[in-house]
Protein backbone atom coordinates (compact mmCIF):
# COMPACT_ATOMS: atom_id res chain seq x y z
CA UNK A 1 0.00 0.00 0.00
CA UNK A 2 1.37 3.33 -1.13
CA UNK A 3 0.30 6.02 1.27
CA UNK A 4 -0.19 9.27 0.65
CA UNK A 5 -1.51 12.09 2.51
CA UNK A 6 -5.41 12.78 2.96
CA UNK A 7 -6.65 15.66 4.80
CA UNK A 8 -9.82 13.89 6.71
CA UNK A 9 -13.30 15.30 8.11
CA UNK A 10 -12.67 18.92 8.25
CA UNK A 11 -16.22 19.74 9.13
CA UNK A 12 -16.15 23.73 8.75
CA UNK A 13 -17.75 24.73 11.99
CA UNK A 14 -15.67 28.10 11.79
CA UNK A 15 -17.14 31.88 11.21
CA UNK A 16 -13.60 33.37 11.77
CA UNK A 17 -10.02 32.00 11.55
CA UNK A 18 -7.40 34.31 13.14
CA UNK A 19 -3.99 33.42 12.35
CA UNK A 20 -1.29 34.18 15.65
CA UNK A 21 2.24 34.73 15.46
CA UNK A 22 5.02 32.39 16.65
CA UNK A 23 4.20 28.96 17.86
CA UNK A 24 0.43 30.09 18.53
CA UNK A 25 -1.85 27.93 17.13
CA UNK A 26 -4.73 29.33 14.77
CA UNK A 27 -8.27 30.04 16.11
CA UNK A 28 -11.31 29.63 15.06
CA UNK A 29 -15.27 30.61 15.98
CA UNK A 30 -18.05 28.41 16.57
CA UNK A 31 -21.55 28.48 15.59
CA UNK A 32 -21.89 29.16 19.01
CA UNK A 33 -19.45 32.02 19.20
CA UNK A 34 -16.80 29.80 21.42
CA UNK A 35 -12.92 30.46 20.59
CA UNK A 36 -11.54 27.08 19.55
CA UNK A 37 -8.00 26.15 19.06
CA UNK A 38 -7.28 24.88 15.56
CA UNK A 39 -5.57 21.68 16.44
CA UNK A 40 -4.36 18.87 13.97
CA UNK A 41 -3.97 15.28 14.99
CA UNK A 42 -1.70 12.66 12.92
CA UNK A 43 -2.87 8.97 12.88
CA UNK A 44 -0.51 6.34 13.19
CA UNK A 45 -1.66 5.63 9.87
CA UNK A 46 -5.08 5.43 7.13
CA UNK A 47 -8.44 5.64 9.30
CA UNK A 48 -9.60 2.04 10.53
CA UNK A 49 -11.90 0.98 13.57
CA UNK A 50 -9.22 1.84 16.08
CA UNK A 51 -9.74 5.36 15.30
CA UNK A 52 -13.71 5.99 15.84
CA UNK A 53 -13.40 7.57 19.34
CA UNK A 54 -11.47 10.54 17.73
CA UNK A 55 -14.27 11.11 15.05
CA UNK A 56 -17.06 10.02 17.28
CA UNK A 57 -15.56 12.96 19.38
CA UNK A 58 -15.51 15.53 17.07
CA UNK A 59 -19.35 14.97 15.61
CA UNK A 60 -20.34 14.89 19.57
CA UNK A 61 -18.50 18.39 19.89
CA UNK A 62 -16.96 17.06 22.81
CA UNK A 63 -13.43 18.47 21.27
CA UNK A 64 -14.98 21.64 21.07
CA UNK A 65 -16.39 21.21 24.50
CA UNK A 66 -12.70 21.67 25.72
CA UNK A 67 -11.71 24.43 23.18
CA UNK A 68 -10.79 22.24 20.29
CA UNK A 69 -11.46 22.59 16.73
CA UNK A 70 -9.85 18.73 16.20
CA UNK A 71 -8.70 18.19 12.08
CA UNK A 72 -7.83 14.72 11.72
CA UNK A 73 -5.01 13.21 9.64
CA UNK A 74 -4.34 9.88 7.97
CA UNK A 75 -0.93 9.42 8.96
CA UNK A 76 2.49 7.42 6.99
CA UNK A 77 3.38 4.60 10.04
CA UNK A 78 4.10 5.32 13.57
CA UNK A 79 7.43 6.51 13.49
CA UNK A 80 6.89 8.90 10.77
CA UNK A 81 3.56 10.30 12.87
CA UNK A 82 6.31 10.64 15.64
CA UNK A 83 8.78 12.19 13.69
CA UNK A 84 6.12 15.00 12.46
CA UNK A 85 4.88 15.75 16.01
CA UNK A 86 8.44 16.31 17.46
CA UNK A 87 9.50 18.42 14.49
CA UNK A 88 5.99 20.64 14.68
CA UNK A 89 4.26 19.40 11.85
CA UNK A 90 1.23 18.06 13.26
CA UNK A 91 0.29 19.51 17.00
CA UNK A 92 -0.44 15.89 18.14
CA UNK A 93 0.08 12.64 16.99
CA UNK A 94 -1.59 9.11 17.40
CA UNK A 95 1.55 6.78 17.44
CA UNK A 96 3.09 2.93 18.69
CA UNK A 97 4.80 3.54 22.03
CA UNK A 98 7.84 1.48 20.91
CA UNK A 99 7.99 4.34 18.40
CA UNK A 100 7.91 6.76 20.16
CA UNK A 101 10.27 5.23 22.76
CA UNK A 102 13.05 4.36 19.67
CA UNK A 103 12.53 8.20 18.78
CA UNK A 104 13.23 9.51 22.10
CA UNK A 105 16.21 6.77 22.37
CA UNK A 106 17.85 8.62 19.21
CA UNK A 107 17.38 12.05 20.39
CA UNK A 108 13.71 12.91 18.83
CA UNK A 109 11.59 15.89 20.82
CA UNK A 110 8.68 14.48 21.54
CA UNK A 111 6.97 12.65 24.71
CA UNK A 112 3.26 10.61 25.67
CA UNK A 113 0.41 12.22 26.74
CA UNK A 114 -0.85 9.14 27.89
CA UNK A 115 -1.49 5.48 26.13
CA UNK A 116 -5.08 4.54 25.78
CA UNK A 117 -3.89 0.89 24.44
CA UNK A 118 -2.46 -0.53 27.08
CA UNK A 119 -2.77 -4.01 26.27
CA UNK A 120 -0.76 -5.29 23.39
CA UNK A 121 -2.45 -6.04 20.17
CA UNK A 122 0.63 -8.01 19.08
CA UNK A 123 -0.68 -11.26 17.65
CA UNK A 124 0.41 -13.94 15.44
CA UNK A 125 -2.68 -14.28 13.31
CA UNK A 126 -3.70 -17.32 10.85
CA UNK A 127 -6.66 -18.54 9.84
CA UNK A 128 -8.27 -21.76 12.29
CA UNK A 129 -8.01 -24.14 9.90
CA UNK A 130 -4.26 -23.81 10.47
CA UNK A 131 -4.61 -24.96 14.30
CA UNK A 132 -2.19 -22.57 16.06
CA UNK A 133 -3.58 -22.45 19.04
CA UNK A 134 -1.04 -22.01 21.61
CA UNK A 135 2.91 -21.16 21.31
CA UNK A 136 3.55 -24.57 21.14
CA UNK A 137 1.79 -24.86 17.85
CA UNK A 138 3.93 -22.42 16.38
CA UNK A 139 6.70 -24.96 15.86
CA UNK A 140 8.28 -25.68 12.07
CA UNK A 141 5.64 -22.49 11.27
CA UNK A 142 6.68 -19.88 8.64
CA UNK A 143 5.30 -16.30 9.73
CA UNK A 144 5.05 -13.11 7.75
CA UNK A 145 6.89 -10.33 9.74
CA UNK A 146 8.37 -6.69 8.92
CA UNK A 147 12.26 -6.88 10.21
CA UNK A 148 12.77 -3.83 12.42
CA UNK A 149 9.01 -3.76 13.47
CA UNK A 150 8.19 -3.94 16.96
CA UNK A 151 6.27 -7.07 16.47
CA UNK A 152 9.38 -8.68 15.03
CA UNK A 153 11.96 -7.32 17.45
CA UNK A 154 9.37 -8.06 20.09
CA UNK A 155 8.71 -11.52 19.07
CA UNK A 156 11.86 -13.68 19.99
CA UNK A 157 10.82 -12.61 23.80
CA UNK A 158 7.62 -14.16 22.96
CA UNK A 159 8.70 -17.15 21.86
CA UNK A 160 11.46 -17.55 24.46
CA UNK A 161 8.79 -17.09 27.31
CA UNK A 162 6.78 -19.68 26.11
CA UNK A 163 9.72 -22.25 25.88
CA UNK A 164 10.74 -21.96 22.32
CA UNK A 165 14.07 -20.57 20.17
CA UNK A 166 14.06 -18.15 17.11
CA UNK A 167 15.04 -21.33 15.14
CA UNK A 168 11.66 -23.15 15.77
CA UNK A 169 9.69 -20.75 13.60
CA UNK A 170 10.95 -19.18 10.13
CA UNK A 171 9.80 -15.08 10.19
CA UNK A 172 9.53 -14.73 6.35
CA UNK A 173 10.34 -10.70 5.69
CA UNK A 174 7.57 -9.11 4.13
CA UNK A 175 6.73 -5.52 3.71
CA UNK A 176 3.50 -4.60 5.68
CA UNK A 177 1.21 -3.88 3.15
CA UNK A 178 2.06 -7.69 1.86
CA UNK A 179 1.60 -9.86 5.39
CA UNK A 180 -2.18 -10.33 4.47
CA UNK A 181 -1.55 -11.60 0.92
CA UNK A 182 0.91 -13.47 2.14
CA UNK A 183 -1.13 -15.56 4.32
CA UNK A 184 -4.48 -15.56 1.98
CA UNK A 185 -1.68 -17.04 -0.32
CA UNK A 186 -0.34 -19.89 1.37
CA UNK A 187 3.01 -18.57 1.17
CA UNK A 188 2.85 -18.20 5.02
CA UNK A 189 1.18 -19.86 7.74
CA UNK A 190 0.26 -16.91 9.61
CA UNK A 191 1.15 -13.15 10.15
CA UNK A 192 2.68 -11.09 13.19
CA UNK A 193 0.20 -8.15 13.44
CA UNK A 194 -2.30 -6.17 15.61
CA UNK A 195 -5.56 -7.74 16.99
CA UNK A 196 -7.47 -4.62 16.59
CA UNK A 197 -5.90 -4.25 12.57
CA UNK A 198 -5.14 -6.83 10.40
CA UNK A 199 -6.91 -9.66 11.74
CA UNK A 200 -10.61 -8.39 10.68
CA UNK A 201 -9.50 -7.37 7.33
CA UNK A 202 -7.95 -10.74 6.71
CA UNK A 203 -11.07 -12.53 7.48
CA UNK A 204 -13.12 -10.32 5.26
CA UNK A 205 -10.89 -10.63 2.58
CA UNK A 206 -10.69 -14.53 2.40
CA UNK A 207 -14.22 -15.72 4.10
CA UNK A 208 -12.69 -17.93 6.89
CA UNK A 209 -11.91 -16.94 10.29
CA UNK A 210 -8.89 -15.86 11.58
CA UNK A 211 -7.27 -16.64 15.08
CA UNK A 212 -5.54 -14.89 17.15
CA UNK A 213 -2.48 -16.45 19.85
CA UNK A 214 -2.43 -12.92 21.45
CA UNK A 215 1.09 -11.94 23.25
CA UNK A 216 -0.51 -10.82 26.49
CA UNK A 217 -2.26 -14.04 26.97
CA UNK A 218 1.45 -15.73 26.79
CA UNK A 219 3.27 -13.69 29.32
CA UNK A 220 4.29 -10.61 27.32
CA UNK A 221 2.67 -7.18 27.47
CA UNK A 222 3.34 -3.71 26.80
CA UNK A 223 2.14 -0.14 26.18
CA UNK A 224 0.63 0.21 22.22
CA UNK A 225 -0.87 3.48 20.73
CA UNK A 226 -1.28 6.55 23.03
CA UNK A 227 -1.70 10.39 22.14
CA UNK A 228 2.02 12.65 21.81
CA UNK A 229 3.07 16.24 21.54
CA UNK A 230 6.16 17.93 20.79
CA UNK A 231 8.20 20.20 22.47
CA UNK A 232 6.62 23.40 20.70
CA UNK A 233 2.83 22.09 22.25
CA UNK A 234 4.15 21.48 25.66
CA UNK A 235 6.16 24.44 26.30
CA UNK A 236 4.10 26.99 24.44
CA UNK A 237 1.15 25.55 24.91
CA UNK A 238 0.53 23.61 27.85
CA UNK A 239 -2.94 24.23 28.45
CA UNK A 240 -3.94 23.23 25.29
CA UNK A 241 -1.65 19.49 25.74
CA UNK A 242 -3.96 19.53 28.70
CA UNK A 243 -7.26 19.76 27.25
CA UNK A 244 -6.56 17.70 24.73
CA UNK A 245 -5.87 14.84 26.29
CA UNK A 246 -8.99 15.20 28.15
CA UNK A 247 -10.87 16.00 25.00
CA UNK A 248 -9.30 12.12 23.73
CA UNK A 249 -10.23 10.17 26.95
CA UNK A 250 -13.76 11.82 27.34
CA UNK A 251 -14.21 10.51 23.76
CA UNK A 252 -12.70 7.40 24.04
CA UNK A 253 -15.01 7.11 26.73
CA UNK A 254 -18.26 8.27 24.91
CA UNK A 255 -17.54 5.78 22.20
CA UNK A 256 -17.39 3.14 24.50
CA UNK A 257 -20.93 3.17 25.55
CA UNK A 258 -21.99 3.80 22.15
CA UNK A 259 -19.62 1.86 19.86
CA UNK A 260 -22.27 1.54 16.41
CA UNK A 261 -22.94 5.32 16.62
CA UNK A 262 -19.07 5.61 16.95
CA UNK A 263 -17.88 3.43 13.74
CA UNK A 264 -20.72 5.31 11.81
CA UNK A 265 -19.39 8.54 12.87
CA UNK A 266 -16.32 7.30 10.31
CA UNK A 267 -18.35 7.22 7.47
CA UNK A 268 -16.41 9.10 4.84
CA UNK A 269 -13.14 9.87 6.35
CA UNK A 270 -11.27 7.90 3.97
CA UNK A 271 -11.26 6.37 0.76
CA UNK A 272 -9.35 3.73 1.90
CA UNK A 273 -11.37 3.01 4.58
CA UNK A 274 -12.66 -0.63 5.77
CA UNK A 275 -16.14 -1.91 5.62
CA UNK A 276 -18.57 -1.14 7.83
CA UNK A 277 -18.24 -4.59 9.53
CA UNK A 278 -14.42 -4.70 9.61
CA UNK A 279 -14.33 -1.59 11.37
CA UNK A 280 -17.37 -2.51 14.16
CA UNK A 281 -14.75 -5.80 14.86
CA UNK A 282 -11.51 -3.81 14.78
CA UNK A 283 -12.82 -1.29 17.00
CA UNK A 284 -14.54 -3.95 19.25
CA UNK A 285 -11.27 -5.56 19.61
CA UNK A 286 -9.63 -2.38 20.65
CA UNK A 287 -12.23 -1.62 23.20
CA UNK A 288 -10.30 -4.91 24.83
CA UNK A 289 -7.06 -3.52 25.03
CA UNK A 290 -7.97 -0.01 27.21
CA UNK A 291 -6.40 -0.84 30.71
CA UNK A 292 -4.21 -3.23 32.44
CA UNK A 293 -4.65 -4.72 36.13
CA UNK A 294 -3.37 -1.83 37.37
CA UNK A 295 -6.04 0.73 36.04
CA UNK A 296 -8.77 -1.08 35.69
CA UNK A 297 -12.15 1.09 36.40
CA UNK A 298 -10.10 4.35 35.61
CA UNK A 299 -10.71 6.68 32.45
CA UNK A 300 -9.22 6.09 29.07
CA UNK A 301 -5.69 6.95 28.91
CA UNK A 302 -4.55 6.92 33.03
CA UNK A 303 -0.99 5.36 32.83
CA UNK A 304 0.71 4.21 36.01
CA UNK A 305 4.21 4.61 36.46
CA UNK A 306 5.12 1.10 37.15
CA UNK A 307 3.27 -0.42 33.53
CA UNK A 308 5.35 2.43 31.52
CA UNK A 309 8.39 0.98 33.35
CA UNK A 310 7.28 -2.91 32.21
CA UNK A 311 6.98 -1.65 28.43
CA UNK A 312 10.94 0.61 28.50
CA UNK A 313 12.51 -3.23 30.59
CA UNK A 314 11.09 -5.33 27.10
CA UNK A 315 11.74 -2.71 24.63
CA UNK A 316 15.28 -2.05 25.90
CA UNK A 317 15.08 -6.28 26.37
CA UNK A 318 14.49 -6.13 22.54
CA UNK A 319 17.27 -3.57 21.43
CA UNK A 320 14.73 -1.13 20.33
CA UNK A 321 15.77 1.35 23.14
CA UNK A 322 19.78 1.27 23.26
CA UNK A 323 20.31 3.76 26.39
CA UNK A 324 16.47 2.84 28.86
CA UNK A 325 15.93 6.79 29.98
CA UNK A 326 13.44 7.58 33.26
CA UNK A 327 10.38 7.55 32.43
CA UNK A 328 9.91 11.26 32.86
CA UNK A 329 11.76 11.29 29.59
CA UNK A 330 9.14 9.61 27.24
CA UNK A 331 5.80 10.89 29.34
CA UNK A 332 4.42 14.08 29.93
CA UNK A 333 3.12 13.73 33.62
CA UNK A 334 2.51 17.79 33.66
CA UNK A 335 -0.02 16.88 31.41
CA UNK A 336 -1.20 13.54 31.91
CA UNK A 337 -4.89 12.05 33.52
CA UNK A 338 -4.68 11.68 37.16
CA UNK A 339 -5.75 8.24 38.50
Not at 151 to 163: A, Y
Amino acid sequence: MHARRLLIGVVPLVLMVTACGGNEPATTTSDSGKKLDQVTLTLNWYPYGEHAPFYYGKQQKIFEKHGIDLKIQAGQGSQKTVQATAAGQTDFGWADTPALLAGVDSGVKVKSLGVFLQTTPASVQSFDAEGIKTPADLKGRTIAGTAGDALSKTFPIFLKKNGLSDSDVKVQNTDPAGKIAAVISGKTDGLLGYASDQGPTMQHKAGKPVSYLRFSEHGLNFYSNGLLAGQRILASKPDLAKRMVRAVSESWAAAEKAPEPAVSSMEGASEQLPPKAVLAEQFATTLTLLHTASTQGKAPGVNTEADWQQTVDVFAEAGLVGKPKAVSDYWDQKSALKG
